[in-house]
C-alpha cells in the first residue's frame, strides 16, 4: 500500500535549504520515493491560513518512507533541513484502498 510523507515548515535559511534539498532528492529516489508537491504557491481554503512551505512525497510504502528517513546518508544531509527550518508536520500516512466511511472518531 502507497505511503505519504506531508512536511510543513518554515524556512529561515533559503541558501542552507536549497543545499539540503539539492542532496536530499537523491535519498528519496534511492528508496522509491516521488515528489508531489514541493515548495510553490499553496492556496489554503475554509478560512485556513499559514505560509509554510509543503513537501508531499509518495512512497511503494511506509517501509520505503522509513527506510529513506534512517537512511545513514540522509540523517548526515537532515542536519542541514533542521539548520535551515522549523518543521511544524513532518508525517508518514498510509494510503488506502477504499474506505466508504471514516472510522469513528476519526
Known amino acids: 500500500m502507497k505511503a505519504y510523507t506531508v512536511a510543513q515548515m518554515t524556512?529561515?535559511?533559503?541558501?542552507?535549504?536549497?543545499?539540503?534539498a539539492k542532496h536530499s532528492s537523491h535519498y528519496v529516489r534511492k528508496h522509491g520515493g516521488t515528489y508531489l508537491a514541493r515548495g510553490g504557491e499553496i492556496e489554503w481554503l475554509e478560512q485556513?491560513?499559514?505560509s509554510s512551505r509543503m513537501v508531499i512525497?509518495?512512497?511503494?510504502n511506509k517501509q520505503a518512507a522509513q527506510a529513506?528517513?534512517?537512511d545513514p546518508g540522509y540523517l548526515k544531509i537532515a542536519k542541514?533541513?533542521?539548520?535551515a527550518s522549523e518543521i511544524k508536520i513532518l508525517t508518514i500516512q498510509e494510503?488506502?484502498?477504499y474506505v466508504d466511511e471514516p472510522e469513528p472518531g476519526v
Open 80 to 83: 542541514l533541513r533542521k539548520q
Open 68 to 70: 529513506c528517513f534512517n
Open 11 to 20: 524556512v529561515h535559511d533559503p541558501r542552507t535549504m536549497r543545499e539540503y
Open 48 to 50: 485556513t491560513d499559514c
Open 57 to 60: 512525497v509518495e512512497w511503494p
Open 95 to 97: 494510503g488506502i484502498e
